[in-house]
């Protein structure tokens, strides 16, 4: 994005992508829970019905449907310790607190990881310097991310600039197989190669 907005074409590149969301990642160890005799399965249901939430189904009141989700109380997912609250059955059927093979780990990561087709991905919106054109802009954005990036990293345009690449395209092509099927026709015409390229090429210089 910074090196975006240094670019002369590009004028107030922004992005609301923010990588620096506190949060939990939850190291599982598998092969403790294993030897307890405990699926993993259960352990992720476990964990994400209790510190977030899990769909049950549907239930129909007065002609309308209202969705069911399973979610723990606040109280009772504040804090990390809250792991020992929280029980899975081990293979004897025995309660085990998750706190016996789950650790939760501070850090830090996206608020909300958005999807670009199959891909994880960042938005960025930004609009044409004064003076350049949006077609110069998209150019200009395309070759600061591959700078920037390199070619493991992709990129995709939507709205109004998705259009105008796509039309861009789309015109030259349509150019380029108009002036062919004017050769052919011209050159069935006058039954001649040579001449249909004269007649072509003399075409933008006459008013």
Do not use: C
């Not at 239930?59 to 109280?75: A, C, G, H, I």
């Not at 029980?87 to 085990?96: D, L, P, Q, S």
């Not at 070619?151 to 105008?164: C, L, V």
């Not at 108009?178 to 390229?197: D, K, N, R, T």
């Amino acid at each position: 994005m910074q090196q975006a907005n240094q670019h002369p074409a590009l004028n107030r590149v922004f992005s609301t992508f923010n990588v620096n969301v506190p949060s939990y990642r939850a190291n599982i160890d598998q092969q403790k829970a294993l030897s307890y005799g405990v699926e993993l399965g259960n352990i992720n249901s476990a964990l994400s019905n209790t510190f977030g939430n899990g769909f049950v189904n549907y239930f129909s009141y007065q002609n309308r449907n209202f969705q069911v989700y399973l979610q723990n109380e606040d109280e009772f997912r504040k804090t990390p310790e809250d792991l020992s609250s929280v029980f899975v059955r081990a293979g004897n059927g025995e309660r085990i607190p998750l706190s016996e093979f789950v650790e939760l780990e501070r850090q830090t990561g996206a608020s909300v990881v958005s999807r670009f087709g199959v891909y994880a991905g960042a938005q960025f919106q930004g609009n044409p310097a004064e003076g350049y054109s949006s077609a110069q802009a998209i150019e200009a954005m395309e070759e600061v991310v591959q700078e920037t990036l390199g070619s493991n990293w992709g990129m995709g345009w939507t709205g109004t600039a998705y259009q105008e690449a796509n039309m861009g395209s789309a015109a030259t092509l349509a150019i380029v197989f108009g002036l062919l099927m004017v050769f052919l026709i011209l050159a069935a015409q006058y039954e001649s190669w040579s001449l249909p390229l004269a007649v072509l090429t003399a075409t933008p210089l006459r008013s």
